[in-house]
């Protein structure tokens, strides 16, 4: 074993929470899980910094690739060739650590550059150009699985506004902790025939959930799904009466509901935020009333059979925006005018709901932080902050450690991590150690094929939430 090596494991034991191997060498404090000495490389990942810029020609941010194992830890001693593919108004300006970086192709809007994974990683420096774009980057490593991302790049002119002080204050509306999973594709997994078990019992999955520690379910519904380029064509899942029918199973078994508004027939995301269908040719003004309107049909129709959600989300993974064009976040303005008028419908059915705004930035402090001044100065009112956590975009358990401790600092607000997947435990121990208890809980995505086998049996997966909710919901 190289020296170097060995005291980066010995540093690991001694002091769990080191952040510093000599004079540039970082630890991470969640090396034991995250990471792997060795490994056979299977896919790329990068981390964006931030996935808003300035089409100034100046504006820069970090890009670091890495390389990862089956069970996607980082191979912190991986040496391997990468090459760096944008299209679009940007460019690969070095690297923050002087590993050589040179552009060896350009094709149309496409340029590639040639460099290298050192020492496990690669610090990319991504420059924004001067038209306003949307920037496609990828990172490959010989046949392995690419990392990529989009950038997109706003007019440098918009107004950036900071919160005043009187915006920032501590919001002290609470209902408890929650540990909760998005399970919206359960009823489409039931069309085909699925059934689950529990000890050679058939059961309602929802039932064997909450069986298991959980006390919440997410569920998001769209607009008008049944539509031909909809979520689901005909059929409709996820739409409102498919959530009815979900979200009346939820409170069966004493489960609470977060309901996730997409606001479009189809998945909104960073990467789309597209109109329903019924309101692409409405003017600003009635695309307005149409979102808040929507919003309050949606919840008086839970509220009037006795399911009304716990907590709304206001869209879904919105830092850039929603109801595109209208709402993109290169016209704040506009998008703060359509969040509050979907804060209004909810508030207007029953102020008691926890309003949250969700954005798809875990480990992104600076785009968080931008989106967050920017809406709260122009008045958005909420309650929670959630983000999404995926390290094959969002970074590492320790970016995601800093920007949560940040934002429940900066903001005052409690904070959720409402969609992730990998390092379970590690998640929970993050969002449930934050300052003045602003860790108010996560949902799990879509997990039922990793918590039951083909026969519909429980895995261990499941089993270890067990442990989960009583360490951070039963003693507390």
């Given at each position: 074993m190289k020296r170097s090596v060995l005291l980066v494991l010995v540093a690991l034991a001694l002091f769990p929470q080191c952040r510093r191997v000599g004079k540039n060498k970082r630890v991470s404090e969640f090396a034991s899980v995250s990471q792997t000495i060795t490994g056979k490389p299977v896919g790329v990942v990068?981390?964006?910094?931030?996935?808003?810029?300035?089409?100034?020609?100046?504006?820069?941010?970090?890009?670091?690739?890495?390389?990862?194992?089956?069970?996607?830890?980082?191979?912190?001693?991986?040496?391997?060739?990468?090459?760096?593919?944008?299209?679009?108004?940007?460019?690969?300006?070095?690297?923050?650590?002087?590993?050589?970086?040179?552009?060896?192709?350009?094709?149309?809007?496409?340029?590639?550059?040639?460099?290298?994974?050192?020492?496990?990683?690669?610090?990319?420096?991504?420059?924004?150009?001067?038209?306003?774009?949307?920037?496609?980057?990828?990172?490959?490593?010989?046949?392995?699985?690419?990392g990529s991302h989009e950038i997109h790049t706003i007019n440098p002119d918009i107004k950036l506004l900071k919160p005043s002080k009187e915006q920032i204050k501590p919001v002290t509306k609470k209902i408890g902790r929650s540990i909760g999973a998005d399970i919206s594709f359960?009823?489409?997994?039931?069309?085909?025939?699925?059934?689950?078990?529990?000890?050679?019992?058939?059961?309602?999955?929802?039932?064997?959930?909450?069986?298991?520690?959980?006390?919440?379910?997410?569920?998001?519904?769209?607009?008008?799904?049944?539509?031909?380029?909809?979520?689901?064509?005909?059929?409709?899942?996820?739409?409102?009466?498919?959530?009815?029918?979900?979200?009346?199973?939820?409170?069966?078994?004493?489960?609470?509901?977060?309901?996730?508004?997409?606001?479009?027939?189809?998945?909104?995301?960073?990467?789309?935020?597209?109109k329903p269908q019924a309101w692409k040719d409405l003017d600003f003004n009635l695309l307005k009333d149409s979102l808040k309107a929507y919003t309050k049909r949606v919840l008086i129709a839970l509220r009037d059979q006795g399911t009304l959600p716990e907590m709304v989300q206001v869209g879904n993974e919105i830092n850039h925006g929603m109801l595109w064009p209208d709402g993109h976040i290169s016209n704040p303005d506009n998008l703060a005018e359509l969040l509050k008028a979907g804060v209004e419908g909810v508030r207007e059915v029953d102020p008691s709901i926890v309003v949250m705004m969700h954005l798809a930035l875990g480990g992104q402090n600076r785009e968080a932080t931008?989106?967050?001044?920017?809406?709260?100065?122009?008045?958005?009112?909420?309650?929670?902050?959630?983000?999404?956590?995926?390290?094959?975009?969002?970074?590492?358990?320790?970016?995601?450690?800093?920007?949560l401790n940040d934002l429940a600092g900066r903001y005052k607000k409690d904070l959720n991590v409402v969609e992730y997947s990998q390092f379970k435990k590690e998640v929970h121990?993050?969002?449930?150690?934050?300052?003045?208890?602003?860790?108010e809980g996560t949902f799990i995505w879509e997990p039922i094929n990793s918590f039951f086998d083909k026969t519909g049996n429980p895995t261990k997966e499941l089993a270890g939430y067990d442990e989960i909710s009583r360490q951070y919901l039963n003693n507390h």
């Open positions: 990068m981390t964006t910094y931030t996935t808003t810029m300035l089409a100034d020609g100046k504006d820069q941010t970090l890009i670091r690739a890495c390389v990862v194992d089956s069970a996607g830890r980082e191979i912190t001693t991986a040496n391997v060739p990468i090459t760096i593919s944008i299209t679009g108004d940007a460019e690969i300006t070095g690297t923050k650590n002087g590993i050589p970086v040179s552009l060896i192709k350009t094709e149309n809007s496409t340029k590639v550059w040639s460099s290298k994974i050192i020492d496990g990683s690669c610090p990319l420096i991504f420059q924004a150009g001067t038209t306003p774009d949307k920037v496609k980057v990828e990172v490959r490593s010989d046949s392995i699985w690419p359960l009823p489409q997994m039931e069309s085909r025939g699925m059934k689950f078990y529990e000890n050679g019992e058939e059961k309602d999955l929802i039932k064997i959930l909450a069986d298991h520690g959980f006390n919440y379910i997410r569920l998001r519904v769209f607009v008008n799904p049944e539509n031909e380029k909809g979520y689901s064509p005909v059929t409709g899942f996820c739409g409102l009466e498919y959530t009815k029918q979900m979200a009346a199973r939820a409170k069966k078994y004493g489960m609470k509901l977060l309901l996730n508004f997409h606001y479009s027939d189809y998945w909104a995301d960073p990467q789309q935020q597209n931008f989106w967050l001044d920017n809406m709260i100065a122009r008045g958005v009112d909420f309650d929670m902050i959630g983000l999404s956590y995926y390290p094959r975009w969002h970074g590492t358990l320790d970016d995601l450690k800093s920007n121990d993050i969002v449930f150690s934050l300052p003045d208890n602003r860790g």
